[in-house]
């Protein structure tokens, strides 16, 4: 796994460490419902992971949150756990299960919300679907 070191450093800011050396800070927007990637060092976004929120009714007056992920932009760091690493930071801010995140679908159309796969989308998607069903978008951030 490319990433070596996890910090949290406050409400909103997590410093991952890759196994180049670079340092990348994961900011959580929670007015936004968005994840940004910024480089440290020159304090430059490298990359957004942008949800929705929605409260689903389950019944006898319940309600439930649900994310769907609807854009994520970070092609200068792919294939290095950035990715995952934003989404459970969205989920564990956001206090939302991994099962009630939904993943937009590789099948050629965009969304109302806006949200399609280009590029590398289909892979990461793939990718995230694998880990959350093998228990590995839970949140994992106790001592760290």
């Known amino acids: 796994m490319p990433i070596t070191k996890r910090e949290i450093l406050d409400d909103e800011d997590m410093r991952i460490t890759l196994s180049t050396g670079k ?83 590789h099948d050629g159309h965009r969304r109302e919300d806006g949200s399609h796969l280009t590029g590398l989308g289909p892979a990461f998607i793939a990718s995230l679907e694998r880990k959350r069903a093998a228990g590995l978008l839970a949140d994992d951030y106790d001592g760290i």
């Open 23 to 105: 340092v990348l800070i994961l900011r959580y927007q929670d007015t936004m419902t968005r994840v940004l990637v910024v480089d440290e060092e020159t304090g430059e976004q490298r990359g957004n992971f942008d949800f929705r929120v929605r409260e689903e009714e389950l019944g006898n007056r319940e309600t439930a949150e649900v994310a769907r992920l609807v854009h994520a932009f970070n092609e200068q760091y792919t294939r290095q756990g950035i990715g995952t690493e934003a989404v459970k930071w969205f989920l564990f801010q956001h206090c939302i299960s991994p099962s009630a995140l939904e993943l937009p679908e």
